[in-house]
């Protein structure tokens, strides 16, 4: 999942966050070389970190109306899907 792109969007929230000089230095060479704004650069690296933390959840915790839809969705029978067929079909990269 891409990060929220933060320079297209009115900000309207303001986050607040103390750093230790060695800290506010190493971020500010980070977005200097990744030409962005102090605070582009933290707001996308903050939520890169925070999506992939979510990504890596393992246990969801859903209410019994939700999970009665996902199994009516699993139970459903399958699609005819063109493009995985297509993609099944084709000879793996590696096994040439």
Known sequence: MPAIAT???????????????????????????????????ILDSACLAAEQTLLDQRLFMVSGGQYQALIELLERPAQPNDGLRDLFSRKAPWSV
């Open 7 to 41: 320079s297209l969007v009115t900000r309207s929230s303001r986050l607040g966050l103390r750093a230790t000089p060695e800290q506010e230095t190493i971020l500010r060479r980070a977005a200097e070389v990744a030409h962005k704004s102090l605070t582009d650069y």
